[in-house]
């Protein structure tokens, strides 16, 4: 089996609970700002780290944010890339076995953790979560390194869920980002994955 595919994009089950709205937006408008033999080109640079689970069904373990945009930009088609076939396996063991590997983060927008069959189906069923969207900037921004740590991005929101108030991060988000920057480069994140010195 090749290691790169292609797939339709509403095929595609999430591995977590939420996404940030915000983060997203911007990469459905970059992703509609390219032709379409460059969004393919683009996708196909970025593929989506998938584990074929039970029913053959492809469970993407990164990129979430990438693939609800091209499901918002109405793009029928993403790449995907085959980290392990756990079709074998019954549904209750599979969860189980994406936990060890660090695959399935089933925590909601709160940062309370559920069941894993709490995790939606489709990346339409994704729920916001502004912290997420907080993470995503703060990063781009050069406030901390992307990192190969598992949920990392989750990591820095949950941190800057104790430190931002949500009424700052909703009324006026680019300066609750410019508040999570410092907060970022300060020593209180120094032992995030990613903390920049």
């Known amino acids: 089996m090749p290691k790169l595919q292609r797939s339709s994009v509403k095929a ?6 939420t996404i940030g709205f915000l983060e997203v937006d911007v990469k459905r ?10 969004q393919s080109a683009f996708l196909e640079a ?18 979430h944010h990438l693939g609800r945009a091209a499901l918002d930009a109405k793009i029928d088609q993403a790449w995907f ?3 392990d076939d ?27 953790r559920h069941r894993y069959e709490s995790i939606p189906g489709s990346l339409d069923k994704l729920v916001d979560d502004v912290y997420r969207s907080l993470a995503g900037f703060v990063r781009d921004a050069g406030g901390y390194e992307k990192t190969h740590t598992a949920f990392a991005e989750f990591i820095w929101a949950d941190f800057f869920r104790r430190n ?7 009324s006026n988000f ?5 508040s999570a920057m410092a ?11 990613g903390f920049k010195d």
């Not at 907060?183 to 994955?193: E, G």
């Open 29 to 38: 408008k970059n992703l509609l700002a390219l032709s379409p033999s460059d």
């Open 81 to 83: 890339e085959v980290e």
């Open 164 to 170: 931002v108030a949500v009424e700052d991060v909703t």
């Open 86 to 112: 756990m079709s074998s396996l019954s549904m209750g063991k599979f969860w189980v076995e994406m936990e060890k590997q660090s695959w399935v983060h089933p925590l909601d927008q709160h940062g309370v």
């Open 12 to 17: 595609l089950c999430p591995t977590q609970l």
């Open 183 to 193: 907060l970022a480069r300060s020593s209180r994140a120094k032992h995030i994955p």
């Open 174 to 178: 680019y300066d609750a980002v410019k």
């Open 46 to 63: 970025h593929p989506m780290p998938t584990v074929i689970g039970p029913g053959k069904k492809l469970y993407i373990t990164d990129h």
